[in-house]
């Protein structure tokens, strides 16, 4: 029987049986309907959430697509006050963060890499894991969970009715239907985020850490009160002699740890936001800080963080030295571009803040073999292996978290922004373990091999 036969005779046996002449389902925008009608596609509500898991999943969507489909959720009704397009949504997005916390997201990583939305995205993150922690009430966090939630003002400042997608819309002074369209846009960012390194127990999994192993407070308000003073001053002989003897204390703390818990604790990881610009630059600074104070740092360009893997009495403090002498660097860099307007071209900065972190990697580095070399006079030899033992493990740690690292690539540089930044690291007086090398062909390499992480 040929095609056209066998169609009409199938016409014939459904107007027979009352049905239609056509073979299509009308399109959501031909019918009015799609999804929301009710000859075996499921409720209208069913209809709704696979709509929205459409719009959420779907790669090829386009922002006509977005716009149509939301018009379709805001027309839903709203039962006891609560909106039913915005609680699919809502339930999506919890969702959504339920599954990046069992996959190694913690919420400051998502409030990171979903800013370049906008404003009112960044406030839908804050309400999307303020909600989704409700199922948490009660349950212990982890101190730097707890602590991100705190940075980001995660809380339930909503009324129970309506959904608290709605009281953001007035509360930001927009419609409805523009704080859907951002909800479904946040959504399908978040679907499209990968795995990362489990670096802490998500909420509601067993507690795996223990509080005692922390930095001890007394020798972290010294070395904060000290950078606090380099920081502010203006005399640079202070402030290289001032950040020097924070380091020191730093190194000390390192060698006292060592000594009293041995071998028995392990490395662990805690992710630094790398901001651009010159985050390269930036990222590079904290790697030496981290390999001065008995850590690995491993930059992750795609979330604009660093893993920073080492002991958890070392992390705070490499933290906090970072973020003084990144400081410290821009004020200097401020300082080179009010003498001469040519120093604030970006070649100029980049090569500035390369030279900055390389020059005070080696002078950590003379730092950190000093204070190793007096607690083995003072020590033994026994701390030796020790100390090589704790790094040992810092490196094993590495490998497991990241065992695709690659080596950062050599680049060429504006020489007067080296050379400035090499003056302004003297001053500041810090460094990191490994040197720089330079290639063959006169290029200038990355210390290490753990600056970017293979995709």
């Known amino acids: 029987m040929g095609r056209n036969n066998r169609q009409r005779r199938a016409a014939k046996q459904r107007k027979r049986a009352g049905g239609h002449e056509s073979t299509r389902r009308p399109t959501t925008h031909e019918s009015g309907r ?3 009608d009710h000859d075996g596609w499921g409720s209208p509500l ?12 779907l790669p090829h969507v386009t922002a006509d ?33 339920e599954h990046l916390w069992r996959f190694g997201w913690q919420p400051a990583d998502v409030a990171r890499v979903t800013r370049e939305l906008g404003l009112l995205h960044r406030a839908l993150v804050v309400d999307a894991i303020a909600a989704q922690h409700l199922a948490y009430d009660g349950v212990e966090l982890h101190p730097v969970w707890a602590g991100q939630l705190a940075d980001l003002g995660v809380e339930r400042w909503w009324a129970p009715t309506p959904t608290w997608l709605e009281q953001r819309a007035e509360r930001a002074g927009v419609s409805r239907p523009a704080t859907l369209l951002a909800a479904v846009e946040l959504a399908r960012r978040l679907a499209r985020l990968g795995s990362l390194p489990l670096l802490l127990p998500p909420p509601g999994a067993p507690p795996t850490w223990n509080a005692d192993t922390g930095v001890d407070q007394r020798v972290l308000a010294k070395i904060r009160a000290l950078l606090a003073k380099a920081e502010s001053t203006t005399f640079p002989d202070e402030a290289e002699a001032l950040t020097s003897k924070a380091q ?3 190194s000390r703390h390192a060698v006292d740890a060592a000594l009293l818990h041995g071998n028995r604790a392990r490395p662990i990881g805690r992710r630094v936001g790398i901001d651009d610009p010159y985050a390269e630059a930036k990222a590079l600074l904290l790697q030496v800080v981290a390999g001065a104070n008995g850590c690995r740092a491993v930059w992750s360009k795609d979330i604009s963080a ?9 992390l705070a403090l490499v933290e906090l030295l970072y973020t003084s002498l990144l400081t410290q660097g821009t004020t200097s860099l401020v300082a080179a571009g009010r003498s001469d307007r040519s120093r604030r071209q970006p070649g100029f900065r980049r090569a500035f803040l390369h030279a900055y972190a390389i020059r005070l990697g080696e002078r950590l580095d003379e730092t950190e073999r000093r204070v190793e070399a007096e607690a083995v006079d003072e020590h033994g030899s026994g701390l030796v292996p020790v100390l090589a033992a704790r790094r040992s493990a810092v490196d094993e740690a590495v490998d497991e978290l990241f065992p695709r690292v690659e080596k950062g ?3 060429r ?6 050379v400035a930044g090499q003056k302004a690291a003297d001053q500041a007086d810090l460094g990191h373990r490994g040197r720089v090398a330079e290639a063959p062909d006169g290029q200038l390499l990355l ?8 995709s």
Do not use: C, K
């Not at 069913?46 to 999943?57: I, K, P, T, Y």
């Not at 006891?80 to 997005?93: A, F, M, P, Q, Y």
């Not at 210390?447 to 293979?454: H, I």
């Open 34 to 36: 799609g999804y929301n």
């Open 46 to 57: 069913d209809g709704a959430r696979l709509l929205v898991d459409s719009l959420v999943v």
């Open 65 to 97: 697509d977005l716009r149509q489909g939301v018009d379709r959720l805001d027309v839903l009704p709203s039962p006891g006050g609560r909106h039913s397009g915005s609680l699919i949504v809502e339930n999506v997005l919890r969702q959504l963060l």
């Open 248 to 250: 020191e204390l730093m």
């Open 306 to 314: 660093s893993t920073v893997v080492g002991y958890s009495d070392q």
């Open 409 to 411: 690539r050599g680049a």
């Open 413 to 418: 540089f504006d020489v007067r922004g080296w």
């Open 447 to 454: 210390p290490g091999n753990e600056d970017a992480l293979a």
